[in-house]
């Protein structure tokens, strides 16, 4: 699974980018569940805040596949959503 996470706003307004390639990883499966538990889940309104990041993911089962797009505004990030894109991000 490939994952790029864009982040963009916060107090700056700088972007940040990163693409992780789940097969690579140690801890594939741990990280692929945290993928997989975005799709169908309650991810909030998406609206952006003041001085706060709005996360977009492009989601791809392999580099060719189609790709899946989500977004997600910080204020309603949970734990493991925070800890996959702090993985992909560092």
Do not use: C, K
């Not at 594939?28 to 909030?44: F, H, S």
């Not at 089962?61 to 894109?85: F, K, R, V, Y």
């Amino acid at each position: 699974m490939i994952v790029t996470v864009t982040r963009s706003g916060g107090f700056a307004g700088l972007v940040a980018q990163g693409e992780l390639d789940t097969s690579t990883e140690p801890d594939a499966e741990q990280l692929e569940a945290a993928v997989r538990a975005l799709y169908g889940a309650e991810l909030g309104t998406g609206r952006p805040q003041p001085d706060r990041y709005v996360y977009r993911l492009e989601v791809r089962a392999t580099p060719d596949g189609a790709a899946t797009h989500l977004t997600i505004a910080e204020q309603d990030l949970n734990e493991s959503t925070a800890w996959l894109l702090d993985r992909i991000l560092g």
